[in-house]
């Protein structure tokens, strides 16, 4: 796969990311840091390691001692929400630093999705049941088993959650009503893709960062499971940035994973990579 930066250790981040993604236990913080280290070519190990260093040192500054799922909650709330001052507001969503864990880790602000995966990792390490819950529109984390479990929404500082507060929140997401379905762990391996569509996301809206959505579209193709109609968003977006041979070959292999369900939309396909090839005249 092409990437976005031309750099010798460019291949050898791909390649632990990939690695990591097919873990037994993938490791959450680790492939988090590897999507920074992707968007910043200057990033180190050095610098992966100081942030790895800092998720131990601020589960360390948590009191020790087995607690229930809402007095874990509340440490956290506290440490991370009340004295380090991680918290979340709407002018982050802007940003693309705010989707990186290097960085949220030094601003102490973020994505609800990325203050979460700070929250988790920290409790982890402290010995707490923690996990991400992705509700429709909003990253939270859980404390606890399904019948004590404790809510908690690291984007306003750690405040608890009550039930009637998550039904708000998906109802205001989707008009839906919170189903418990909504409020089981989040895979790992979910979460990077939410963090990688997030990325996505942010580049959609800024034609100038086409880099940026190729590699976060490549990163998630690593993944063990992704959405196939990703290889046609690398296909569309080669061609915007000229590489006309690559996006036409890349929709001619869509157009085959699709053809035996999606003819017509095959036929499609290959018209566009015909077109692409054109260009190139």
């Given at each position: 796969?092409?990437?976005?930066?031309?750099r010798p250790?460019?291949d050898r981040w791909r390649?632990?990311f990939?690695?990591?993604a097919?873990?037994?236990?993938p490791?959450?913080?680790?492939?988090?840091?590897?999507i920074g280290?992707?968007?910043?070519?200057?990033?180190?190990?050095?610098?992966?390691?100081?942030?790895?260093?800092e998720?131990?040192?601020?589960?360390?500054?948590?009191?020790?001692g087995?607690k229930?799922?809402?007095a874990?909650a509340?440490?956290l709330a506290?440490?991370?929400?009340?004295?380090?001052?991680?918290?979340?507001t709407?002018a982050?969503?802007?940003?693309?630093e705010?989707?990186?864990?290097?960085h949220?880790?030094?601003?102490?602000?973020?994505l609800p999705?990325?203050?979460?995966?700070?929250?988790?990792e920290?409790?982890?390490r402290a010995?707490?049941h923690?996990?991400?819950?992705?509700?429709?529109g909003?990253?939270?984390?859980?404390?606890?088993?399904?019948q004590?479990?404790?809510?908690?929404?690291?984007f306003?500082g750690?405040?608890?959650?009550?039930?009637?507060?998550a039904?708000l929140?998906v109802?205001?997401a989707?008009?839906?009503?919170?189903?418990?379905s909504?409020?089981?762990?989040?895979?790992?391996?979910?979460?990077?893709?939410?963090?990688?569509?997030?990325?996505?996301?942010?580049?959609?809206?800024?034609p100038?960062?086409?880099d940026v959505?190729?590699?976060?579209?490549?990163?998630?193709l690593?993944?063990p499971?992704?959405?196939?109609?990703?290889?046609?968003e690398?296909a569309?977006?080669?061609?915007?940035?000229?590489?006309?041979?690559?996006?036409?070959a890349?929709i001619?292999?869509?157009a085959?994973?699709?053809?035996a369900?999606?003819?017509?939309?095959a036929?499609?396909?290959r018209?566009?990579?015909?077109a692409?090839?054109?260009?190139?005249?």
């Amino acid at each position: 796969m092409s990437g976005a930066h031309d750099r010798p250790e460019a291949d050898r981040w791909r390649t632990r990311f990939a690695r990591e993604a097919r873990e037994e236990r993938p490791d959450l913080a680790a492939l988090c840091l590897l999507i920074g280290a992707e968007a910043e070519p200057e990033l180190g190990q050095p610098e992966l390691d100081a942030a790895e260093i800092e998720l131990d040192r601020l589960a360390g500054l948590l009191p020790y001692g087995p607690k229930s799922p809402r007095a874990w909650a509340a440490a956290l709330a506290a440490l991370l929400g009340t004295r380090c001052g991680f918290h979340g507001t709407p002018a982050d969503y802007r940003h693309l630093e705010s989707s990186l864990l290097h960085h949220v880790l030094r601003r102490r602000r973020g994505l609800p999705i990325l203050l979460s995966v700070v929250w988790a990792e920290v409790a982890r390490r402290a010995g707490a049941h923690v996990y991400g819950v992705a509700l429709p529109g909003h990253f939270v984390v859980g404390f606890g088993d399904p019948q004590e479990q404790v809510l908690a929404d690291p984007f306003a500082g750690g405040r608890l959650l009550t039930g009637a507060d998550a039904e708000l929140l998906v109802a205001g997401a989707t008009g839906e009503p919170l189903r418990p379905s909504m409020l089981t762990p989040a895979d790992p391996l979910d979460v990077v893709l939410r963090v990688l569509n997030n990325i996505r996301a942010w580049a959609a809206g800024r034609p100038e960062r086409s880099d940026v959505a190729l590699w976060a579209v490549e990163l998630a193709l690593l993944l063990p499971s992704h959405p196939a109609r990703l290889r046609y968003e690398r296909a569309q977006l080669l061609v915007r940035r000229g590489e006309f041979a690559a996006g036409a070959a890349e929709i001619e292999a869509y157009a085959e994973v699709v053809d035996a369900v999606e003819p017509t939309t095959a036929a499609t396909l290959r018209a566009h990579a015909r077109a692409a090839r054109a260009r190139l005249n």
